[in-house]
């Protein structure tokens, strides 16, 4: 989620387009500084959970997004064009859960295990 953020950002400023992300809650005047700072902030969490110094991050960012996916996608006013698209926002947001539970998992603080 942080690369493909990091990398929306750099497209829309190379090429001076404005982001129109309903699904964020960001207005498109706000949204490349707002795509910038979740994909740094969110690369920043993988990174010190994956090298070990503040595991506990990684399930903070994960519930970020999964909380961003549901807001964005299910209790916002952004409507789906076809129902194929709203199976892929399900599949997506289900993917986000998991992902969540795997960032618990690994986050969990043991001594013994660095």
Same mark, same amino acid.
């Given at each position: 989620?942080?690369?493909?953020?990091?990398?929306?950002? $750099?497209?829309?400023?190379?090429?001076?387009? &404005? !982001?129109?992300? &309903?699904? @964020?809650?960001? /207005?498109? =005047?706000? %949204?490349?500084?707002? +795509?910038?700072? !979740? #994909? @740094?902030?969110?690369?920043?969490?993988? +990174? !010190? %959970?994956?090298?070990? $110094?503040?595991? +506990?991050?990684? /399930?903070?960012?994960?519930? !970020?997004?999964?909380?961003?996916? $549901? &807001? #964005?996608?299910?209790?916002? =006013?952004?409507?789906?064009? =076809? /129902?194929?698209?709203?199976?892929? %926002? $399900?599949?997506?947001?289900?993917? %986000?859960?998991?992902?969540?539970? #795997?960032? +618990?998992?690994?986050?969990?603080?043991? /001594?013994?295990?660095?």
């Amino acid at each position: 989620m942080s690369g493909f953020l990091l990398a929306l950002g $750099i497209v829309s400023a190379a090429t001076s387009t &404005d !982001l129109h992300l &309903d699904a @964020i809650g960001l /207005p498109p =005047e706000k %949204a490349l500084a707002g +795509v910038f700072i !979740l #994909g @740094i902030v969110g690369l920043l969490c993988t +990174v !010190l %959970a994956f090298t070990g $110094i503040v595991r +506990v991050l990684f /399930p903070f960012w994960a519930a !970020l997004v999964v909380w961003l996916m $549901i &807001d #964005g996608f299910f209790l916002s =006013e952004a409507t789906f064009a =076809e /129902p194929a698209s709203f199976r892929w %926002a $399900i599949l997506l947001t289900l993917g %986000a859960i998991v992902a969540f539970f #795997g960032a +618990v998992s690994t986050a969990r603080l043991n /001594p013994y295990n660095s």
